[in-house]
C-alpha cells in the first residue's frame, strides 16, 4: 500500500509551457560528477539508450530493510525523537507504530522545513534545476524530474536514504497496464480517471523530453529519464505530495510523514505548525503502545483511493465513499441538439458523470435529470436547467419541475440499473477469470489487483443498490399517490352524475 499525507492534488497535471522556445542557459565546464551521469551542459545528440522495465532504486512496498537507515539519516538531519516507529503493519503493509502511549489531542511528528522536499530545493546536479527554471517547467512535472535526478545520483543525493525507502512499484492505478484497467475495471468510471491520468503523464514526459531532455541529452540521459521512470516519480507524487494550508498552500513531499497509513475513522491532517516550526498533526483518538497511528489522506471515494494510493477500504467503513454514475442526453431526443447547447454553455457535454453517496446525490445530477426528460414545450427552462447541472455555476440549483419528477427520477433509475447490471456482470465473471500468467510473482500481482476491482465495484455496487432501493421506493409513494387521486376524482365523478 502506498503511504500518502492528506491533501494531495488529484487533478491532472499542468500542461507544460516554457517561457522560452529554447533554453537560453550557456554550456559551462562543471568540475563535479554524480553518480552515474556526468554533469554538464550539452546541446548535441546522442545515441537512444535502452529504457529499462524495472525502477533501479527504492524498495518493495512491505519492505523494511532501509528503515532503520532512514531513521537515523532523520535523526541526524534534525527530526525530534519520535513516539512512533516504522514497522510493518496489517493496514498499509508497513505504517508508524506507537512506541508510548499517545493522547488524543496530542501534536506529533515536528518535521523540521529542512527535511521538505520542494520546487527550492538544492539540485545534486544544480545545473539540470537551472535548465527546468529557465523554461518555466511547472512544480509538478519539476519536482517528478527532481526525484528521478536525485535518484539516479545515488549516494551523492542528500536524499539517497529517503528515495530508498520509497517503494519501487506502488498499486495505484498509474501502474495497472491499460490490459488491466479494461479487464479489472470495466464497469467502474474511475477507469477513465486512471487512463486520463496515465495519458496525461505520459504527455507531460513527451513534452519535456521533446522541449528540454533531447537537447540536454548528458543532463538528461534517457536510460535514466524516461517514461517509466516518470510514472514512477508521478506516482510518488500522486501518493505522498502534501498541500500546507499554514504555508499558503505550498506542497511539498515530508519524508516519515509520508509513511503514516489512511484510516476513515479519523480526522487527523498534516499541516505546518508555525510556533514548533514544523510539520505535525494533532491526533483526534488515543493509541497504546504497538498501534498503528492514522492520519486522514482527505475525503475521498473508495475510487479515489485505488487511484493515488492503490488500496480499497473494507466496505462499508468510508463513510465519504461514492460511485460516478454515467448520464447521458439521448441523440434520439427531438430536443438534443438545444439542450446539448445549453449544457456546452456552461462546460458539460452530453454525457455527464456524477457522485452518489449512500446518504444521496448532488442537486446537479436532478437538474441534469430534468433537462434529459424535458419535452419540447419545456425549451425556455433548458437554460436553467443546465445551469443548475453545472458545479461551476452559482445559479439556483435546488429546482422542481413536478410535471416532469417521475419521469427523472425514473431517468435516474434506469442509469443506476444499467451500471448495477455491468458490476453484476463483472463479479460473476471475477471468479472464473482467467488471470493468463506463467511467472509466479506476476501472478500475485494480477490476483492482488483483481482483489482490489472486486474490494471496489463491490463498494461502488452496494452504494447503487441503495439508490435503486430509494428511486423505487419514491416512484411508488408518486404512483401511489395518483393512484388515489385518480380513484378520488373518479368517485366524485361517479356522484355529481
Known sequence: MAEASRVLQTTLIPSF?????????????????????????????????????????????????????????????????????????????????????????????????????????????????????????????????????????????????????????????????????????????????????????????????????????????????????FKWSFGILFSRLVRLPSLGGKVALVPWADMLNHSCEVDAFLDYDKSSQGVVFSTDVSYEPGEQVFISYGKKSNGELLLSYGFVPREGTNPRDSVELSLSISKSDKCYKEKLEALRKHGLSASQCYPIQVTGWPLELMAYAYLAVSPPSMSGQFEEMAAAASNKSTTKKDLRYSEIEEEALQFILDSCEVSISKYNKFLQASGSMDLDVTSPKQLNRRLFLKQLAVDLSTSERRILFRAQYILRRRLRDMRRGELRALTIFNGFRKFFK
Not at 36 to 60: F, M, R
Not at 132 to 139: E, R, S
Not at 203 to 224: H, Q, W
Open 17 to 229: 509551457h516554457p517561457q522560452h522556445k529554447s533554453p537560453i542557459f550557456q554550456s559551462l565546464p562543471l568540475n563535479f560528477r554524480r553518480n552515474p551521469i556526468q554533469c554538464t551542459v550539452s546541446t548535441s545528440n546522442s545515441t537512444k539508450a535502452t529504457v529499462p522495465q524495472k525502477i533501479p532504486w527504492g524498495c518493495e512496498s512491505d519492505s523494511l530493510e532501509n528503515a532503520s537507515a532512514l531513521q537515523k539519516w532523520l535523526t541526524d538531519s534534525g527530526l525530534p525523537p519520535q513516539k512512533m516507529a516504522l514497522k510493518k503493519v496489517e493496514v498499509g503493509e508497513r505504517g508508524l507504530v506507537a512506541l508510548k502511549n499517545i493522547r488524543k489531542g496530542e501534536k506529533l511528528l515536528f518535521v523540521p522545513p529542512s527535511l521538505f522536499i520542494t520546487a527550492d530545493s538544492e539540485w545534486t546536479c544544480g545545473e539540470a534545476g537551472k535548465v527546468l527554471k529557465q523554461n518555466g517547467v511547472p512544480d509538478w512535472p519539476f519536482l517528478a524530474t527532481y526525484l528521478i535526478s536525485e535518484a539516479s545520483s545515488l549516494e551523492s543525493s542528500r536524499w539517497s536514504n529517503y528515495i530508498s525507502a520509497l517503494p519501487r512499484q506502488p498499486y495505484s492505478l498509474l501502474y495497472w497496464t491499460r490490459e488491466e484497467l479494461d479487464r479489472y475495471l470495466e464497469a467502474s468510471q474511475i477507469r477513465q480517471r486512471a487512463i486520463e491520468r496515465v495519458t496525461n503523464v505520459v504527455g507531460t514526459y513527451n513534452d519535456l523530453r521533446l522541449r528540454i531532455f533531447s537537447k540536454y541529452p548528458a543532463l538528461f540521459p534517457e536510460e535514466v529519464f524516461n517514461i517509466e521512470t
